[in-house]
Nanobody, 124 residues
Framework: QVQLVESGGGLVQAGGSLRLSCAASARTSSTYVVGWFRQAPGKEREFVAAITWSGVSTDYADSVKGRFTISRDNAKNTVYLQMNNLKPDDTAVYYC?????????????????WGQGTQVTVSS
C-alpha cells in the first residue's frame, strides 16, 4: 500500500510562508486526487485544498483562497502546498490524503490513505 509522508511544517510568524510537501512512497499507475486537510486542537478536521491527477483542476477552502496554492509533480510523486500570508488561525496539524479517481472532493470521508501529519504553528 502506498504511504504518504508530509514534511515542511514548522513555526512561522504571521505573514510568513511555508511550503508543505506530501510524498508518496511509490509510483502508481492509478489516477488519484490528493487533498490537504488540517486539524486544530479541539476542532474537527477540515478541508484545505485538493488537486486532480493532471493538476488542471484544484479546489480550495474559502479561508485559504488567494493565500495557499496546491500543486503536484507526478514525476516526483509529490504534492505541494505553498502557504503565504499565514495567520494564527492557520495553526494546525496538516495532513495530506489520497482518493482514487479523477473527481475532486472535500470531505475527509472520501479519502482513503492519510499521512501522519505535520505541525504548522503561526505566531502573532
Amino acid at each position: 500500500q502506498v504511504q504518504l509522508v508530509e514534511s515542511g511544517g514548522g513555526l512561522v510568524q504571521a505573514g510568513g510562508s511555508l511550503r508543505l510537501s506530501c510524498a508518496a512512497s511509490a509510483r502508481t499507475s492509478s489516477t488519484y486526487v490528493v487533498g490537504w486537510f488540517r486539524q486544530a486542537p479541539g476542532k474537527e478536521r477540515e478541508f484545505v485544498a485538493a488537486i486532480t491527477w493532471s493538476g488542471v483542476s484544484t479546489d480550495y477552502a474559502d479561508s485559504v483562497k488567494g493565500r495557499f496554492t496546491i500543486s503536484r509533480d507526478n514525476a516526483k510523486n509529490t504534492v505541494y502546498l505553498q502557504m503565504n500570508n499565514l495567520k494564527p488561525d492557520d495553526t494546525a496539524v496538516y495532513y495530506c490524503a489520497r482518493k482514487m479517481g479523477r473527481r475532486l472532493a472535500s470531505s475527509p470521508h472520501d479519502f482513503g490513505s492519510w499521512g501522519q501529519g505535520t505541525q504548522v504553528t503561526v505566531s502573532s
